[in-house]
């Protein structure tokens, strides 16, 4: 598994101005992929280049972290067991990604705003195992990706809401579902009351 951070469209994020990047994009109930179906994306990135996020709330149940570490031959001293490992995209799905709080910073971290920064290298992996990662994490594989102008169309076409992030969410350990109704909860809307015709914030 290659943990490394070289995409072009995520090396310049000091223009954040009216993009997505920071926050969260919420599938609309009548999202016809099954692989986003009440997803929960943290958006790492949005500019002229495209967009990419996270998905935050799906479980991989087939991997455990200790199995990660094991076949990256990283030895673990019993820090970051509990750490459950998301599906964060069907793009590059062997590829690492962890989302984490802005306590751990290396020169490999991009700093997606002051609450939230990525890092996908391995060094953050062997910090976890060892206790010296971030106080708040996590470990996706994979990402969602968009080309030019792809996302802005799909929210267009009543595909996705989004909504201010909130580390609570990033971080927390709900299911898919209960993520999915607290950050369509946080535009004060009724998830029973949405439609996959309604409109978008």
Known sequence: M???LKDPMMADQDQNAGTLTGQLLVAMPGMQDPRFAKTVIYMCAHNNEGAMGLVV????DSITFPDLLAQ???ESIGYGDQIRIHFGGPVE?????VLHSPDYHRDTTMVVDDTLALTATIDIL??????GGPERSMLALGYA???PGQLDQEIIANGWLHAPSDPDIVFGEDETAVKWEKAIGKLGIDPRMLSDT????
């Open 2 to 4: 290659g943990l490394e």
């Open 57 to 60: 709330n799906k479980i991989i």
């Open 72 to 74: 990256l031959g990283i």
């Open 93 to 97: 799905s062997s590829r690492g990604f």
């Open 126 to 131: 062997k910090a976890i195992a060892t206790g």
């Open 145 to 147: 990706g968009w080309g």
């Open 198 to 201: 309604a409109g978008h914030a």
